[in-house]
């Protein structure tokens, strides 16, 4: 069953916890991944692949250069999800 | 000020080992004579033929933060938790140019060189077991940051913000050596004030210890972890496999006395030479390691007469432990006689490119407390090794100006002598 916008929310901020060590509640839709939750662009590849593993869904390398924010890839995933 | 010849002085030291997690635990198991080694407990050594090694006393992820840590290689943690000691205890509170509460150091006289012997082999192992199980998708961005080997000197010198060059002289087992060697150097020639310098390892993994247990350079005494590294005894059958890092801040004598910083040691120099005999047997003679003792003496001016102590190499193999031995009466004769030697590798086991950093960090607290600490385990001192090994317990050192030489030798012929007084 395909995740709601909320469970994709949940799910990148376990993985930007895990990751980068920022508490689940910074990360918003709002929030830049490299600018605001301490995710360089090496760490970027871990939560990508960390989240094609979690929501069934491919993220092109072309495709996460365009992911700069928590919202633009939980609208990523929404529209892509398996 | 002369600037191709300025006195270089220790402000700062750390470490972590197999005998405590800072210099001050360390210190204090190497005076009590204190064995660091034990039962290698994970599964995968079960079935080994050696099972034992010097495992780090405090995992390092106590200090370093989880998503800081897991970008680091084993060896590099080690190295940023004994740098940030050594930092800390040469009055520094931040990094260099922001400097908090502490005295401030200009970014482009501070330099970093932390040296490993293998680099980040853990790394670079468990990701290629990532790679065949896991697949391509699953291997860490991080890998080559982490496995390289000049990782653990740049990850020093991003924390300390050092600018005037960070390096990684990479020569196996005498890597840690030439690090503060090269460090001094740095300081001696002008090109920066303060060094932090030392060395790291972390290789205790099933391959590098099949492979040097394949070359019948480590002791297979898994009945008796305590005993199994004895340099010097007649009974000893190849090293113990430590890890662990020590590191020291270096710094010219003026620069240090204009900020009143606690002054450990005056770092007096090197001398270095190379075999040119074999990969990894060392020339038998001991002309090359002689060779180094005499270009330690000849560059830096020391007497043998002042050398009151030796952190030695020895690293409880058959032929090393004697020919370093012949080496040093080959190059200062009977004035050996006077040289309180000790082996601290019986304690901390060897530990490869960080040795040279820990014992050097064991060299400077010997002279500034003026004990030197014992070689345990020699049962039964092998009668070719000619010369007054500390054996048992912790010997005090004479007073007046002394000095003491911290041995570093590595496969590939490299032998590195560093040289501290008394200040």
Known sequence: ?82 | MNSTNRTVVVTGIGATTPLGGDAASTWEGLLAGRSGISLIEEDWAAELPVRIAGRIAVEPTETIPRPQARKLDRSAQFALVAAQEAWKDAGFTGRAGEPGEGPDVDPDRLGAVVASGIGGVTTLLEQYDVLKEKGVRRVSPHTVPMLMPNSPAANVGIALNARAGVHTPVSACASGAEAIGYAIEMIRTGRADIVVAGGTEAAIHPLPIVAFGNMMAMSKNNDDPQGASRPYDRDRNGFVLGEGAGVIVLESEEHAKARGAKIYVEAVGQGISADAHHITQPEPSGNGIAKALQNLVDNTGLKPTEIAHINAHATSTPQGDVGEIKALRQAFGDDVDHMAIASTKSMTGHLLGGAGGVETVATVLALKHRIAPPTINVDNLDPEVDADIIRGEARPLPEGTIAALNDSFGFGGHNVVLAFRTV
């Open chain 1, 1 to 82: 069953m395909a995740a709601t916008q909320e469970e994709i929310v949940a799910g990148l901020a376990e993985i930007v916890n895990e990751i980068a060590g920022i508490p689940v509640e910074d990360v918003q839709l709002d929030k830049s991944f490299t600018d605001d939750l301490d995710v360089d662009s090496l760490s970027m590849v871990e939560v990508v692949v960390a989240a094609e593993e979690r929501f069934d869904v491919k993220i092109p390398d072309d495709d996460v250069k365009n992911l700069k924010t928590v919202g633009d890839a939980t609208k990523y995933i929404l529209e892509h999800q398996g």
